[in-house]
C-alpha cells in the first residue's frame, strides 16, 4: 500500500519481527509478520546512508543465538528486534552514500522486511555486487556471501589444508558444509561429510563429490563410524554441529590434525549445552581447534571471489538452493533449519524485481 506525501511516497513495510526472546527449541508463534509500520521511500535530509528494496533473504542457523536474551555486553551482534537483520540481496534505490548509487545491487546485513533504510556504519558491511549476468543475485545470500566466506575462511585460512589430507565436513548438506567439501576436492584431498537423511547422503556423493558420505542418525557409535571412513584418522575437521560428534571426532584426529569450529548447531537450543569430554586429544595430539567469526574476514572477499566466481563459471563448483517464496514464509523456513527440513542453502523470497 502507499500514499503521496507531496512527493515522497509511504510504502508499508513488511517485517517479520521476534514476539519474545526464546529458550528452548523455537517455534513459528515466537515470530510474527507484520505491515504495521511505513517507510519513506526517500532518505532524509542530509542522510549518508542508502535506502535498499530487498529481494532475497538468508536463513541460517547461527539467527537462532540471536533470538536468546543475554547479559548486556555478551551479545557478539545486535538483538534481532524489531526487525531480523539477516544476509540479503537487493537494489539501491537512493544513496547519500558515495560508494553507492540508485540501480546498484548490493547484499549485506539487515532487518528481514520489504525495504531498508541502513545508515552510520552498517553501511560499512555494504557489498556492491559487479557480477550480475553469470550466476543468480541469490547466490549473494550463499556461495557468494557470508555463508561462501565462512567456508573459505574456514578451510583454507583456518585449517590450510595439502593435497592429499583427509577431511570430515559435518551438517555437510547445508550452506557452508556443501562448498567445504568441493573446496576439499578442489585441493586435492579425501573428504567424507555427515547429514540428517538418505536423501541427503547420496546429495554429497552424487552431485557434490565426496568421496564418502553417512547419515548420523542411523549411527549408534559415531566413533565406530569415523573409524570406517577415516581408518587412519582426519587432518581437518570443518565443524558445523559441535557436541557429540566434536566429541568423537577428536578421538579421531591425526597428530597435528586442524578443526575450524564454524557452528554448533546440536546445541542451539538446549537450555544446558552438552560437555564435551575428549579435549585431551587436542594436547596429545596437538590438534589446533580454532573458532572464527566471517566477519572479521570481509577484508578477504576479493580474494575469495577470484577463487570461486571462475569455479562456478566452469562448472567445478555446484549449489543447491532451498526457495521459500515470499517474506511470510521466512519463520517457517528458519524453524525448517533445526528439523533438518532444508536441502542445501535457505533461501527466502522477498521479490524478484
Given at each position: 500500500?502507499?500514499?503521496?506525501?507531496?512527493v515522497?511516497?509511504?510504502?508499508?513495510?513488511?517485517?517479520v519481527?521476534?514476539?519474545?526472546y526464546?529458550s528452548?527449541?523455537?517455534?513459528e508463534?515466537?515470530m510474527?509478520?507484520?505491515?504495521s509500520?511505513?517507510?519513506k521511500?526517500?532518505?532524509p535530509?542530509?542522510c549518508e546512508?542508502v535506502?535498499?528494496?530487498n529481494?532475497?533473504?538468508?536463513?541460517?542457523p547461527?539467527?537462532r543465538?540471536r533470538?536468546?536474551k543475554?547479559?548486556?555486553?555478551?551479545?557478539?551482534?545486535?538483538?534481532?528486534?524489531?526487525?531480523?537483520?539477516?544476509?540479503?540481496?537487493g537494489?539501491?534505490l537512493?544513496?547519500?552514500?558515495?560508494?553507492?548509487?540508485?540501480?546498484?545491487l548490493v547484499?549485506?546485513?539487515?532487518?528481514w522486511?520489504?525495504?531498508s533504510?541502513?545508515?552510520?556504519t552498517?553501511?560499512q558491511s555494504?557489498?556492491?555486487i559487479?557480477?550480475t549476468h553469470?550466476?543468480?543475485?541469490s547466490?549473494?545470500?550463499?556461495?557468494?556471501?557470508?555463508?561462501?566466506?565462512?567456508?573459505?575462511?574456514?578451510?583454507?585460512?583456518?585449517?590450510?589444508?595439502?593435497?592429499?589430507?583427509?577431511?570430515f565436513?559435518?551438517?555437510?548438506?547445508?550452506?557452508?558444509?556443501?562448498?567445504?567439501g568441493?573446496?576439499?576436492?578442489?585441493?586435492?584431498?579425501?573428504?567424507?561429510?555427515?547429514?540428517?537423511?538418505?536423501?541427503?547422503?547420496?546429495?554429497?556423493?552424487?552431485k557434490?563429490g565426496?568421496?564418502?558420505?553417512?547419515?548420523?542418525?542411523?549411527?549408534?557409535d559415531?566413533?565406530?563410524?569415523?573409524?570406517?571412513?577415516?581408518?587412519?584418522?582426519i587432518?581437518?575437521?570443518?565443524?558445523?554441529?559441535?557436541?557429540?560428534?566434536?566429541?568423537?571426532?577428536?578421538?579421531?584426529?591425526?597428530m597435528?590434525?586442524?578443526i575450524?569450529?564454524?557452528?554448533?548447531?546440536?546445541q542451539?537450543?538446549?537450555e544446558?549445552?552438552?560437555?564435551?569430554?575428549?579435549?585431551?586429544?587436542?594436547?596429545m595430539?596437538q590438534?589446533?581447534?580454532?573458532?572464527?567469526?566471517?566477519?572479521?574476514y570481509?577484508?578477504?572477499?576479493?580474494?575469495f571471489?577470484?577463487?570461486v566466481?571462475?569455479?562456478?563459471?566452469?562448472?567445478?563448483?555446484?549449489y543447491?538452493?532451498?526457495?521459500?517464496?515470499g517474506l511470510e514464509?521466512?519463520?517457517?523456513?528458519?524453524i525448517?533449519?533445526?528439523?533438518?527440513?532444508?536441502?542445501?542453502?535457505?533461501?527466502v523470497?522477498?521479490?524478484?524485481?
Amino acid at each position: 500500500m502507499a500514499s503521496e506525501e507531496g512527493v515522497i511516497k509511504i510504502i508499508r513495510n513488511k517485517q517479520v519481527i521476534l514476539r519474545d526472546y526464546v529458550s528452548g527449541f523455537p517455534k513459528e508463534s515466537d515470530m510474527q509478520v507484520v505491515s504495521s509500520g511505513t517507510i519513506k521511500l526517500k532518505l532524509p535530509e542530509g542522510c549518508e546512508g542508502v535506502l535498499v528494496k530487498n529481494f532475497y533473504l538468508s536463513c541460517d542457523p547461527y539467527m537462532r543465538g540471536r533470538m536468546t536474551k543475554c547479559d548486556p555486553g555478551t551479545r557478539y551482534l545486535d538483538s534481532f528486534n524489531p526487525a531480523y537483520k539477516r544476509i540479503w540481496s537487493g537494489k539501491v534505490l537512493e544513496s547519500g552514500d558515495p560508494k553507492f548509487k540508485e540501480g546498484d545491487l548490493v547484499w549485506g546485513i539487515t532487518g528481514w522486511e520489504e525495504y531498508s533504510l541502513i545508515t552510520g556504519t552498517a553501511t560499512q558491511s555494504l557489498f556492491k555486487i559487479h557480477n550480475t549476468h553469470d550466476v543468480p543475485l541469490s547466490y549473494y545470500t550463499g556461495i557468494l556471501g557470508m555463508p561462501g566466506m565462512s567456508a573459505y575462511v574456514g578451510f583454507y585460512e583456518v585449517c590450510s589444508p595439502k593435497k592429499g589430507e583427509t577431511v570430515f565436513v559435518s551438517a555437510a548438506s547445508g550452506a557452508v558444509g556443501q562448498l567445504v567439501g568441493q573446496f576439499a576436492k578442489l585441493s586435492g584431498c579425501y573428504v567424507a561429510g555427515s547429514a540428517g537423511t538418505k536423501q541427503k547422503v547420496d546429495l554429497l556423493k552424487n552431485k557434490f563429490g565426496f568421496d564418502e558420505a553417512f547419515n548420523y542418525k542411523d549411527e549408534p557409535d559415531l566413533d565406530a563410524a569415523l573409524k570406517r571412513y577415516f581408518p587412519e584418522g582426519i587432518d581437518i575437521y570443518f565443524d558445523n554441529v559441535g557436541g557429540k560428534m566434536l566429541d568423537a571426532v577428536l578421538l579421531n584426529m591425526k597428530m597435528n590434525g586442524r578443526i575450524a569450529a564454524c557452528g554448533m548447531i546440536s546445541q542451539y537450543n538446549l537450555e544446558q549445552p552438552e560437555g564435551v569430554h575428549n579435549l585431551l586429544s587436542l594436547i596429545m595430539k596437538q590438534v589446533h581447534l580454532k573458532g572464527f567469526l566471517v566477519f572479521n574476514y570481509y577484508h578477504l572477499y576479493g580474494k575469495f571471489l577470484e577463487r570461486v566466481l571462475p569455479a562456478i563459471k566452469e562448472g567445478k563448483i555446484t549449489y543447491v538452493e532451498d526457495v521459500a517464496e515470499g517474506l511470510e514464509s521466512a519463520p517457517a523456513a528458519l524453524i525448517g533449519l533445526f528439523a533438518g527440513r532444508n536441502v542445501g542453502k535457505q533461501v527466502v523470497v522477498v521479490s524478484r524485481e
